[in-house]
């Protein structure tokens, strides 16, 4: 999974990215899904089936929004990979091993350094002073670099990949598949591409919705017509 970019990927926060790998999703998919019910099918689409996408997001009958399929590779930094993997349902992931190949030394340094204020499920994010946050990038960058060293002595002394890779931090980036149904995509979207989620991972879930958007975008607008409710 090489980093020159192709065309149908986002380039998201300093190092990562989002690229649509392979899909098979449609808004035409989702009609002929639920039409089948009808032993009916359609081979373009009408006015009249978009109208039948609003009314099954609206009225949330969601299985026919499970027969599509996006599959994306993406780099993202440890703690945003452990955000993601906790939503399973419609979703599977393959993640580079640290087990069984070396660790690169890509670590990911935020550009926006922000103060928490509030109290726990009501905080808001303000940014720091500029003093602190170079402070804070400094600091970043140079415990990774720390710890990335001591990985390659361990390394270097035989000590395995699996152990050796426990000291690396949480900004370490990672590559791994991931690959969902259109339904799930929604749900997904809809948590994370929303301002309480945290920023990082909205970016990753924005660069996904616009595939959505790209592929399926009856679905997509009937998704923001239903509050970014996914059906």
Not at 27 to 53: C, H, K, P
Not at 55 to 60: A, G, P, S, T
Not at 160 to 185: F, G, H, I
Not at 220 to 227: D, K, V
């Amino acid at each position: 999974m090489a980093d020159v970019l192709p065309e149908n990927a986002v380039r998201v926060l300093d190092h990562g990215y989002l690229h649509l790998d392979g899909a098979l999703a449609s808004d035409l998919a989702v009609v002929n899904g639920a039409r089948v019910s009808f032993n009916q099918e359609a081979e373009e689409m009408t006015e009249r089936d978009a109208g039948l996408i609003r009314f099954l997001v609206r009225e949330r009958h969601g299985s026919p929004f499970e027969h599509g399929y996006f599959r994306f590779v993406v780099k993202a930094p440890l703690f945003v990979v452990r955000e993601h993997h906790r939503h399973r349902a419609g979703h599977a992931y393959n993640e580079w091993s640290g087990r069984y190949s070396k660790m690169e030394p890509e670590f990911y340094v935020p550009d926006n350094v922000r103060t928490q204020v509030g109290k726990p499920g009501a905080y808001t994010f303000e940014p720091v002073d500029e003093d602190v946050r170079a402070m804070a990038r400094r600091e970043i960058e140079e415990t990774a670099a720390r710890a990335y060293a001591a990985y390659e002595r361990m390394l270097e002394q035989g000590v395995a990949k699996e152990v050796a890779r426990t000291v690396l931090p949480l900004c370490t980036y990672t590559k791994y598949y991931w690959s969902c149904n259109p339904r799930s995509l929604m749900h997904f979207c809809g948590l994370r591409n929303h301002e309480n989620a945290q920023l990082e991972i909205r970016e990753y879930a924005a660069a996904a919705e616009s595939f959505l958007e790209r592929l399926m975008p009856i679905t997509h607008a009937a998704f923001l017509e239903n509050g970014r409710r996914s059906p």
